[in-house]
């Protein structure tokens, strides 16, 4: 994983190098009056833009209390509400667990205020150590096949895997 602190100026737009499934690029993110926001754009070395979009951030993620496998399905109860409703699916991103096959993307359940379920045909295991569920926006979504890049709202930082 590749990080780039956002460091925004009143000077002029923030800039970076990316590289996106294997490919360098530029990040330009600027602030727009109209919008009162951020938003991002993605060049090509030739300064052709791949595309402009507001800049949308990613929460930290909601710890896992506990984890448990039956009958093909996990299900994982949050330390604190995760804030989605009851019968949403929703992709979540699991990581910090132990055993590894706990972590991944998946597409969840919400079964309570503080829980939610997915399949794994395999049992990975008792969990013998408890991360965390996120919900990430990937700004480079439907532009680039492998490459993701999430902004961290947090920690004011881009995300690019791989």
Not at 36 to 53: A, K
């Amino acid at each position: 994983m590749t990080v780039i602190p956002f460091l925004p100026s009143s000077i002029g737009p923030f800039e970076f190098q990316a590289t996106l499934d294997g490919v360098p690029y530029t990040g330009v993110v600027t602030w727009g009056l109209v919008g009162r926001r951020y938003y991002i754009s993605i060049y090509n070395l030739n300064g052709e833009r791949v595309f402009t979009l507001p800049l949308i951030g990613s929460t930290d993620g909601v710890a896992i209390e506990s984890a448990s496998w039956s009958n093909g399905v996990i299900t994982m109860t949050t330390t604190t509400p995760h804030g989605y409703l009851m019968g949403m699916t929703v992709d979540l991103v699991i990581s910090g667990m132990i055993p590894e096959a706990y972590n991944g993307e998946f597409q969840v359940l919400i079964t309570a205020r503080d829980e939610f379920q997915f399949s794994a045909p395999a049992n990975p295991g008792e969990a013998t150590q408890l991360g965390a569920s996120n919900y990430d926006v990937d700004i480079s979504g439907g532009y680039f096949s492998t490459s993701k890049m999430i902004f961290r709202e947090s920690s004011q930082r881009f995300e690019i895997v791989p």
